[in-house]
């Protein structure tokens, strides 16, 4: 019988996971009660941080890399909420023009989490729309801010 044996090297996910729990201190709350009473979103969750995959995919932690390996590349679609226009957003791949767009929070709930669950097929309002998905990185600003400080203090909701 054959035995199996881990692989001396980490993976990107298990490197993450390492690194997440050796910078651990006291959290702190970026939004409180995001996902119900008592349930906050910590400053630490924002960012490609909570998406692994993502960042496996890319081979990277660079917010440009796996912003390009994800949605320029592959042409993934994009849904996040950036607490500071206390706002959620998406970056819709499948139409064309590509569209950014404002989601709209479909459910009611007092909670911020719980009121819009990040699909980008929902109609929202569009900023924005870019012919190819290389004007992405540079077109969007949000308040002025480059898309790479908006994600970087972004909750990344979802990419598929």
């Not at 709930?109 to 870019?130: A, E, I, T």
Request: net charge negative; glycine share 6%; aromatic share 16%.
């Amino acid at each position: 019988m054959e035995q199996v044996t881990e692989s001396p090297f980490p993976s990107a996910a298990e490197l993450w996971e390492r690194y997440v729990e050796k910078t651990k201190g006291p959290r702190e709350i970026c939004v409180a009660d995001f996902w119900g009473k008592g349930d906050h979103l910590y400053k630490d969750e924002l960012g490609w941080g909570c998406c692994p995959a993502e960042m496996v995919e890319a081979e990277s932690f660079e917010c440009k890399k796996i912003f390009y390996s994800n949605i320029v590349a592959i042409g993934w679609s994009l849904s996040f909420y950036y607490p500071e226009t206390d706002t959620f957003y998406a970056i819709d791949n499948e139409l064309y023009p590509i569209v950014f767009k404002r989601l709209p929070k479909t459910h009611r709930s007092k909670y911020r989490g719980l009121q819009c669950n990040g699909n980008f097929h929902h109609r929202g309002w569009p900023l924005q729309r870019f012919k190819s998905r290389d004007e992405l990185w540079d077109g969007i600003k949000i308040n002025g801010m480059s898309l790479e400080y908006v994600l970087n203090h972004s909750y990344i909701m979802e990419v598929r």
